[in-house]
């Protein structure tokens, strides 16, 4: 079946320094991306949708100058946590939706974000 | 608005013993209900899925029946195998496209041999 590759499954850094998690999907091209957040002990929160060459659209209350999404290419979307702080410790995963009238998501691992 | 509530894990079960995770929903008009997994160092993906009132989704031999009168889609396995050991995500959408998921908290079942 489709895979969904996200990378790096577990990151630490310090505060104030940037991260990049990437989703590629490696079998199909994805016209969107999904990008969702899981706090200790809660729901997958949906983040950001992202289609291919255009802006992101994010979700109520999701600061879009702090969490960069780019979808350059029909099989990368990259998400960049900018000047990283404890509180955006957290779990992250990307989903990939092939093209049109395909409704089934593919999800990737997931990245442990933890920031010192 | 819409969410999903999903019992608290985890739960330890032996094998072949019989599994149900709750799962209730709060949704405007109708949605479609979804149960998804994820293995260990894996993706999450579909178990199963129904769209409509009485529908039952059923996968590896798993079972949810939507359930709109007490607004739930409970996951159960008659026989669970270490194998099954997992985090099980119960989501819904009302998008038709079936892509905005609203998510469960997960539950983590653990099962021993």
């Known amino acids: 079946g489709a895979v969904v590759s996200q990378h790096p499954s577990r990151v630490i850094c310090k505060s104030g320094t940037s991260v990049k998690i990437e989703c590629r999907s490696l079998?199909?091209?994805?016209?969107?991306m999904f990008w969702y957040r899981q706090f200790p002990k809660q729901s997958l929160m949906l983040m950001a949708t992202s289609n291919e060459g255009s802006k992101a659209t994010y979700e109520q209350g999701v600061e879009k100058d702090k969490f960069l999404i780019n979808h350059a290419s029909l099989t990368l979307s990259t998400l960049t946590v900018t000047s990283a702080h404890p509180e955006d410790s957290s779990f992250y995963i990307c989903?990939?939706?092939?093209?049109?009238?395909?409704?089934?998501?593919?999800f990737g691992s997931g990245t442990q974000l933890s920031v010192l | 608005g819409n969410s999903v509530t999903q019992m608290e894990g985890p739960v330890t079960l032996s094998e072949e013993a019989f599994l149900t995770i709750n799962c209730t929903y709060t949704?405007?008009?109708?949605?479609?209900l979804f149960w998804y997994v994820q293995y260990p160092g894996e993706g999450l993906q579909l178990l199963l899925k129904a769209t409509k009132a009485d529908d039952k989704g059923s996968n590896k031999g798993f079972e949810a029946t939507y359930r709109k009168e007490t607004t739930s889609f409970h996951l159960e396995k008659g026989s669970v195998q270490v194998s099954d050991s997992a985090v099980y995500f119960c989501a819904l959408t009302t998008n038709q496209a079936g892509t905005a998921l609203i998510f469960g908290k997960g539950t983590t079942l653990s099962v021993s041999s």
């Open positions: 079998d199909f091209q994805a016209t969107t």
């Open positions: 949704a405007t008009g109708y949605p479609s």
């Open positions: 989903s990939a939706l092939p093209g049109q009238g395909d409704e089934k998501l593919f």
